[in-house]
């Protein structure tokens, strides 16, 4: 039994140290045709803890880099650069 052990009855404990876990980034694509429900499903991504926003081939087909700069503008933190 090491360190992280603990023996309670007929189970071992483990304990996890979280603080060296690293968590994958999620990504959602906004491939929508509107920069109104791209903005508005944006904002629900990051709501709920996305870590990247992407403007998808339809975003950018529809508005090109208008597309990417409203984004960027609303979202700087959340687009990576490629």
């Known amino acids: ?38 903005l508005a499903a944006a904002v629900v991504a990051v709501e709920a803890g996305v870590g990247w926003l992407e403007a998808g081939t339809p975003r950018l087909l529809a508005e090109g880099t208008h597309a990417v700069r409203a984004l960027r503008e609303r979202f700087p933190k959340y687009l990576r650069p490629q």
């Open 1 to 38: 039994m090491n360190r992280n052990t603990t023996k309670t009855g007929k189970f071992d404990m483990v304990r996890i140290d979280l603080d060296h876990l690293q968590f994958p980034v999620v990504q959602v694509s906004l491939d929508l045709t509107s920069i109104g429900e791209a």
